[in-house]
Every structure is written in C-alpha cells, then in structure tokens.
T-cell receptor, first 108, second 127 residues
Framework: EIVLTQSPGTLSLSPGERATLSCRAS???????LAWYQQKPDQAPRLLIY???SRATGIPDRFSGSGSGTDFTLTISRLEPEDFAVYYC?????????FGPGTKVDFK | QVQLQESGPGLVKPSETLSLTCTVS????????WSWIRQTPGKRLEWIGY?????????NPSLKSRVTISIDRSKNQCSLRLSSVTAADTAVYFC???????FGSGRYKHEYYMDVWGKGTTVIVSS
C-alpha cells in the first residue's frame, strides 16, 4: 500500500498570498497518477487536479499541480477567500487507492 | 449534470450489517466505475472499493472480507454492504464516479481519480 504524507498539517495565510502544499508518497506513484481534492466543511471533496498537473473542468488557473515519482505539489498562486479549506492528495497508481491526511489552509 | 445521492440508515448496531445505496441522477450508471469512500470522524479518507457496470468489483484488502458492492443498472444505483460493523466503522460514507475517455469504436480509458461525489451520508455504529 502506498502511504501518502502531506505537509504542512496547517498553513496559515492571508488572501492574496501564495500557498504551496506538499504530498509525498512512500513509493513511486505509477504514471504520476496523483489527484488533489478540496474539501470545505460539511461538503464532499471536489476534484481539483488529476494526473499530477491537469486541472479538472471548471477549476481556476490559480490552482496548479506539479511533481512526479514520490514528490508532488499543489500551488495556489493567489489565495481567494473561497480557497480556505482542507486539501487532500490521492494516489490511484496502485491498489488500494490511498489518500493523504490533508492540509488545512486557514486564515492567518 | 450528473448527481449522486447516498441513502441508508444513519444508525447501525455493532455486529450488524451496514447497507447504503447510491442513486445516480442526470446521467447513466453504465460505462463508469463507481467507488465507495468513507471519512472517519478524524477526517481521514479511506477508499472502500469500486464496481464497474458489468458487476466487476475490486475492494480495499483492509475491508475485503466484510464488503460487498453491487450495481442495479435498471435503477441507476449501486449499493454498499459492510458486515460485522464496529464503532470503527462510524464515518461519513460517500459514493463517487470515476470518469473515462471515449476513443470511439468501443474503446475506453477508465480513470481512477473521482470527478463526481455524492454529498455523503453519516453512519454511526452504536447500540
């Protein structure tokens, strides 16, 4: 099983700032099959990024993903008020599919 | 626009079987893979398993001995059964869709990220 670790656990920032979230895998993720999701309180996760760097339909271009192998990054170039949420990475290159523990982006 | 809705009892007694249904509206259940995922009170997400519209399934080994996922194409529904539940099975349960790319002539590339999720349903295991 591929274990995903996310850092930091909490990121305290202000609107307009840049957010950089990390996801590290315990072994190489095949074909960079790594997705990022955003979750707000009492809502389901929302797909942001798949294939490590492809934005899902309707996702603003301030969200970008990068990385390969075991190290992946989600970057939010300029935080908007609606971006304060929890972000999860998920690998689907190996079974079982696994999720990271999440990074919370909150207001400084 | 496709929507997913989970339904089922919100309270299950220990040692009993949890049964949930996911109803797909605004689109067909066919040609897609469908997963069940749960989120613990500590907010950890755990993939439970998936089913294809042919009925083919694949489960998380950690739950495999207790899980059954089924599909009813006539009702546009898939279902989850989890037997011998304990308090550790208390969670929000989500169903989600895996998209695919259609290359024509019956050729598809199925993806294993999840592009559409239901809102989730809370299940508490308690006597």
């Amino acid at each position: 099983e591929i274990v995903l670790t996310q850092s930091p656990g909490t990121l305290s920032l202000s609107p307009g700032e840049r957010a950089t979230l990390s996801c590290r895998a315990s072994q190489s993720v095949r074909n960079s099959y790594l997705a990022w999701y955003q979750q707000k309180p009492d809502q389901a996760p929302r797909l942001l990024i798949y294939g490590a760097s492809s934005r899902a339909t309707g996702i603003p271009d301030r969200f970008s993903g990068s990385g390969s192998g075991t190290d992946f990054t989600l970057t939010i170039s300029r935080l908007e008020p609606e971006d304060f949420a929890v972000y999860y990475c998920q690998q689907y290159g190996g079974s079982p599919f696994t999720f990271g523990p999440g990074t919370k982006v909150d207001f400084k | 626009q496709v929507q997913l809705q989970e339904s089922g009892p919100g309270l299950v007694k220990p040692s009993e079987t949890l049964s949930l249904t996911c109803t797909v509206s605004g689109g067909s259940i066919s040609t897609y893979f469908w997963s069940w995922i749960r989120q613990t009170p500590g907010k950890r997400l755990e993939w439970i398993g998936y089913i294809y519209d042919t009925g083919s399934t694949h489960y998380n080994p950690s739950l495999k001995s207790r899980v059954t996922i089924s599909i009813d194409r006539s009702k546009n529904q898939c279902s989850l059964r989890l037997s011998s539940v304990t308090a550790a099975d208390t969670a929000v349960y989500f169903c989600a869709r895996h998209p695919y790319h259609d290359f024509g002539s019956g050729r598809y590339k199925h993806e294993y990220y999840m592009d559409v999720w239901g809102k989730g349903t809370t299940v508490i295991v308690s006597s």
